[in-house]
Protein backbone atom coordinates (compact mmCIF):
# COMPACT_ATOMS: atom_id res chain seq x y z
CA UNK A 1 0.00 0.00 0.00
CA UNK A 2 3.18 1.83 0.40
CA UNK A 3 3.72 2.47 -3.58
CA UNK A 4 -0.30 4.33 -3.23
CA UNK A 5 0.78 6.31 -1.00
CA UNK A 6 4.45 7.73 -1.63
CA UNK A 7 5.06 9.09 -5.28
CA UNK A 8 7.35 11.31 -6.55
CA UNK A 9 5.16 14.13 -8.51
CA UNK A 10 7.44 15.72 -10.75
CA UNK A 11 9.50 18.12 -8.50
CA UNK A 12 7.88 17.98 -5.05
CA UNK A 13 7.89 15.20 -2.72
CA UNK A 14 4.55 14.03 -1.18
CA UNK A 15 4.44 11.57 1.82
CA UNK A 16 0.82 10.48 3.40
CA UNK A 17 1.99 7.44 5.83
CA UNK A 18 -1.00 5.84 8.60
CA UNK A 19 -0.37 3.40 11.51
CA UNK A 20 -2.72 0.53 12.69
CA UNK A 21 -2.39 -1.03 15.81
CA UNK A 22 -4.65 -3.16 18.38
CA UNK A 23 -8.84 -2.20 18.77
CA UNK A 24 -8.58 0.48 16.36
CA UNK A 25 -7.72 -1.22 12.88
CA UNK A 26 -10.81 -1.53 11.58
CA UNK A 27 -11.41 2.52 12.33
CA UNK A 28 -7.91 3.52 11.41
CA UNK A 29 -9.07 1.08 7.73
CA UNK A 30 -11.74 3.32 7.42
CA UNK A 31 -9.77 6.81 7.82
CA UNK A 32 -6.89 5.30 5.59
CA UNK A 33 -9.57 4.44 2.58
CA UNK A 34 -10.67 8.42 3.06
CA UNK A 35 -7.11 9.54 3.29
CA UNK A 36 -6.48 7.94 -0.06
CA UNK A 37 -9.66 8.67 -1.70
CA UNK A 38 -8.38 12.52 -0.89
CA UNK A 39 -4.93 11.75 -1.88
CA UNK A 40 -6.20 10.62 -5.26
CA UNK A 41 -8.32 13.39 -5.87
CA UNK A 42 -5.22 16.26 -4.61
CA UNK A 43 -3.26 14.33 -7.46
CA UNK A 44 -5.81 14.61 -9.70
CA UNK A 45 -5.86 17.97 -9.12
CA UNK A 46 -2.04 19.00 -9.17
CA UNK A 47 -2.34 17.18 -12.61
CA UNK A 48 -4.59 19.32 -14.00
CA UNK A 49 -2.96 22.03 -12.62
CA UNK A 50 0.39 20.94 -14.36
CA UNK A 51 -1.48 20.56 -17.58
CA UNK A 52 -3.75 23.91 -17.29
CA UNK A 53 0.14 25.40 -16.83
CA UNK A 54 1.68 23.80 -19.90
CA UNK A 55 -0.63 25.05 -22.43
CA UNK A 56 -0.29 28.59 -20.81
CA UNK A 57 2.80 27.98 -21.24
CA UNK A 58 2.52 26.55 -24.70
CA UNK A 59 0.53 29.71 -25.79
CA UNK A 60 3.65 32.00 -24.89
CA UNK A 61 5.93 30.14 -26.85
CA UNK A 62 3.42 30.42 -29.20
CA UNK A 63 3.14 34.44 -29.07
CA UNK A 64 7.00 34.86 -28.68
CA UNK A 65 8.10 33.37 -32.09
CA UNK A 66 5.00 34.91 -33.43
CA UNK A 67 6.54 38.18 -32.18
CA UNK A 68 3.16 39.07 -30.40
CA UNK A 69 3.24 42.36 -28.17
CA UNK A 70 5.01 42.12 -24.64
CA UNK A 71 1.74 43.27 -23.33
CA UNK A 72 0.03 40.00 -24.23
CA UNK A 73 3.37 37.63 -23.66
CA UNK A 74 3.16 39.79 -19.82
CA UNK A 75 -0.62 38.98 -19.43
CA UNK A 76 0.39 35.06 -20.06
CA UNK A 77 2.93 35.47 -17.83
CA UNK A 78 1.13 36.75 -14.94
CA UNK A 79 -1.57 34.50 -15.12
CA UNK A 80 1.11 31.69 -14.93
CA UNK A 81 2.90 33.44 -11.61
CA UNK A 82 -0.51 34.23 -10.18
CA UNK A 83 -2.59 30.82 -11.14
CA UNK A 84 0.46 28.09 -10.78
CA UNK A 85 3.38 29.92 -8.78
CA UNK A 86 5.22 26.55 -7.95
CA UNK A 87 4.85 24.83 -11.26
CA UNK A 88 7.86 24.05 -13.53
CA UNK A 89 5.92 25.91 -16.39
CA UNK A 90 5.94 29.29 -14.79
CA UNK A 91 9.38 28.76 -13.92
CA UNK A 92 10.35 28.17 -17.83
CA UNK A 93 8.36 31.08 -18.76
CA UNK A 94 9.77 33.34 -16.00
CA UNK A 95 13.39 32.31 -17.35
CA UNK A 96 12.54 33.21 -20.81
CA UNK A 97 11.17 36.18 -19.86
CA UNK A 98 13.97 36.93 -18.04
CA UNK A 99 16.26 36.35 -20.98
CA UNK A 100 14.58 38.27 -23.15
CA UNK A 101 14.62 41.46 -20.97
CA UNK A 102 18.19 40.48 -20.54
CA UNK A 103 18.91 41.02 -24.07
CA UNK A 104 16.92 44.10 -24.49
CA UNK A 105 19.62 45.34 -21.80
CA UNK A 106 16.39 45.90 -19.21
CA UNK A 107 18.42 44.07 -16.48
CA UNK A 108 16.08 45.83 -13.72
CA UNK A 109 13.19 43.85 -14.89
CA UNK A 110 15.51 41.34 -15.44
CA UNK A 111 16.59 40.88 -12.35
CA UNK A 112 12.66 41.02 -10.68
CA UNK A 113 11.80 38.27 -12.48
CA UNK A 114 15.37 36.05 -11.38
CA UNK A 115 14.33 36.91 -7.88
CA UNK A 116 10.27 35.70 -8.63
CA UNK A 117 12.07 31.96 -9.79
CA UNK A 118 13.88 31.81 -6.72
CA UNK A 119 11.17 32.88 -4.61
CA UNK A 120 8.59 30.54 -5.87
CA UNK A 121 10.66 27.53 -6.95
CA UNK A 122 12.25 25.02 -5.08
CA UNK A 123 13.78 22.12 -7.70
CA UNK A 124 17.84 21.97 -7.39
CA UNK A 125 18.34 22.76 -11.35
CA UNK A 126 16.27 25.82 -11.07
CA UNK A 127 17.01 27.22 -8.26
CA UNK A 128 20.47 27.11 -9.72
CA UNK A 129 19.97 28.53 -13.00
CA UNK A 130 18.18 31.29 -12.00
CA UNK A 131 20.64 32.38 -9.19
CA UNK A 132 23.42 32.00 -11.69
CA UNK A 133 21.38 34.13 -14.02
CA UNK A 134 20.71 37.08 -11.20
CA UNK A 135 24.65 36.97 -10.91
CA UNK A 136 25.03 37.87 -14.22
CA UNK A 137 22.43 40.26 -14.55
CA UNK A 138 23.83 41.80 -11.36
CA UNK A 139 27.54 41.87 -12.49
CA UNK A 140 25.93 43.52 -15.70
CA UNK A 141 24.45 46.77 -13.68
CA UNK A 142 28.02 46.58 -11.69
CA UNK A 143 26.27 45.14 -8.42
CA UNK A 144 29.08 43.29 -7.13
CA UNK A 145 28.04 42.29 -3.80
CA UNK A 146 24.57 41.51 -4.70
CA UNK A 147 25.97 39.12 -7.54
CA UNK A 148 28.41 37.29 -5.34
CA UNK A 149 25.22 36.90 -2.68
CA UNK A 150 23.18 35.69 -5.19
CA UNK A 151 26.05 33.23 -6.33
CA UNK A 152 26.06 32.11 -2.85
CA UNK A 153 22.63 30.49 -3.15
CA UNK A 154 23.10 26.76 -1.74
CA UNK A 155 22.64 24.46 -4.46
CA UNK A 156 23.28 20.46 -4.74
CA UNK A 157 27.07 19.76 -5.14
CA UNK A 158 26.35 19.29 -9.42
CA UNK A 159 25.54 22.54 -10.01
CA UNK A 160 27.81 24.33 -7.29
CA UNK A 161 30.68 24.50 -10.59
CA UNK A 162 28.11 26.68 -12.46
CA UNK A 163 28.06 29.07 -9.55
CA UNK A 164 31.47 29.50 -8.91
CA UNK A 165 32.29 29.89 -12.72
CA UNK A 166 30.11 32.90 -12.54
CA UNK A 167 31.25 33.91 -9.04
CA UNK A 168 34.38 33.85 -10.75
CA UNK A 169 33.38 36.30 -13.38
CA UNK A 170 32.03 38.71 -10.70
CA UNK A 171 35.30 39.00 -9.34
CA UNK A 172 37.38 38.89 -12.74
CA UNK A 173 35.78 42.01 -13.82
CA UNK A 174 36.48 43.47 -10.42
CA UNK A 175 40.05 43.23 -11.10
CA UNK A 176 40.10 40.67 -7.72
CA UNK A 177 42.59 38.28 -9.23
CA UNK A 178 42.82 36.47 -6.63
CA UNK A 179 39.31 35.78 -5.74
CA UNK A 180 38.43 35.12 -9.51
CA UNK A 181 40.88 32.47 -9.59
CA UNK A 182 40.19 30.44 -6.43
CA UNK A 183 36.34 30.54 -7.88
CA UNK A 184 37.15 29.00 -11.05
CA UNK A 185 39.53 26.73 -9.27
CA UNK A 186 36.89 25.40 -7.35
CA UNK A 187 34.81 25.00 -10.08
CA UNK A 188 37.07 23.26 -11.79
CA UNK A 189 37.39 20.61 -9.31
CA UNK A 190 33.78 20.00 -8.71
CA UNK A 191 33.60 19.38 -12.50
CA UNK A 192 34.15 15.89 -13.69
CA UNK A 193 36.63 15.17 -15.58
CA UNK A 194 35.38 14.84 -18.92
CA UNK A 195 32.98 18.15 -18.74
CA UNK A 196 33.22 19.98 -22.24
CA UNK A 197 33.21 22.99 -19.72
CA UNK A 198 36.56 22.13 -18.56
CA UNK A 199 38.64 23.97 -20.75
CA UNK A 200 37.16 27.32 -21.18
CA UNK A 201 37.26 27.35 -17.55
CA UNK A 202 40.88 26.50 -17.33
CA UNK A 203 41.58 29.45 -20.24
CA UNK A 204 39.39 31.79 -17.54
CA UNK A 205 41.93 30.25 -14.29
CA UNK A 206 45.08 31.05 -16.59
CA UNK A 207 44.13 34.58 -17.60
CA UNK A 208 44.30 35.06 -13.63
CA UNK A 209 47.55 34.23 -13.22
Do not use: C
Not at 100 to 117: I, K, P, Q
Not at 192 to 199: F, G, Q, T, V
Amino acid sequence: MAAHLEEQQELDNFKYFWKSTGRWLFALLIAAALGYLGYTMYKSHKASQSQEAAEVLAKIVDKMQAKASQAEVNADLTNLQQNYPDSIAAAQATLMAAATEYDARRYDVAEGHLNWVLKNQKAPLVQALAAQRLGIVLLQQKKYDAAIAALNTKVEADFEPLLLEAKGDVYAAQNKTKEAAQSYQQALEKLPKDAIERELLQMKLDSQK
